[in-house]
């Protein structure tokens, strides 16, 4: 599964962990210094706790950088296309948004939330604890999504994924576009993207992460990463420019 891991720096200290919660990841993020990380587009929506505020942050279409915040950070990252379920809300209507869990629940069930979650022995553990209890009393998740990613992050066309599934490529994109914000080719291209950077991060030439990964070429590769990440892939590594 893909990762929304922020760009590393000296400016953060970024954990996470597996979760109780199947295909979640627990994970916290602490500034240590000015600067600011970078969150990439993965297909996932994460439950958000900060300065005792809980929020949640919708699928992302290019690298969110947060701006001007601080203080310590902590979320669950759900499986994508599990989130709109528990969350009750399709995930195109939170596409590149960061909102407040009031605004999608009532204020008061979010204020007794967010008290369990401050009284909690840290952030992340309130969390996960919320959305166990929050999958438990819900449907369990479709797994068609589960297919749907993983023929996706396997380079499998999308055509050929809709046919493969029995669905046609119109219920295809509209069930995409619920469950992870938006169509298969959208998250294809960003699965994809972590196919690359996981290839590249292991030291394998970018020409051939670019073979390996599916991309026409390594120009492909570099305009796909510019576009998606805001950089070129070497500082995206952290191999300077």
Not at 95 to 120: T, Y
Request: a positive charge; proline letters at 9%.
């Amino acid at each position: 599964m893909p990762v929304a891991v922020p760009r590393r720096s000296l400016a953060l200290v970024y954990v996470e962990r597996a979760s109780r919660l199947p295909g979640a990841v627990v994970w916290t993020n602490t500034p240590t210094g000015p600067g600011t990380g970078r969150v990439l587009p993965d297909g996932c929506m994460d439950l958000l706790w900060h300065d005792g505020r809980l929020m949640v942050a919708g699928p992302d279409t290019r690298a969110y950088l947060p701006d001007g915040v601080t203080g310590p950070w902590a979320g669950i990252r759900f499986y994508p296309g599990t989130a709109p379920a528990l969350l009750g809300v399709p995930a195109h209507e939170l596409r590149d948004r960061r909102v407040e869990l009031a605004d999608l629940w009532p204020a008061a069930q979010v204020r007794r939330m967010s008290g369990r979650v401050n009284a909690a022995p840290d952030p992340a553990s309130g969390l996960e604890e919320l959305a166990l209890r929050r999958a438990a009393g819900a449907e369990p998740p479709d797994p068609l999504l589960r297919q749907i990613v993983t023929a996706l992050d396997a380079g499998r066309p999308v055509a050929a994924t809709a046919d493969e599934l029995g669905v046609s490529a119109r219920q295809l994109h509209r069930r995409s576009r619920s469950a992870f914000g938006y169509g298969p080719k959208t998250l294809a291209r960003i699965l994809r993207l972590h196919r690359a950077l996981a290839l590249a991060r292991a030291g394998v030439s970018f020409a051939e992460t670019a073979a390996r990964a599916g991309y026409a070429d390594q120009a492909h590769l570099a305009r796909d990463v510019r576009e998606l990440s805001g950089l070129p892939l070497g500082e995206l590594l952290g191999r300077g420019g």
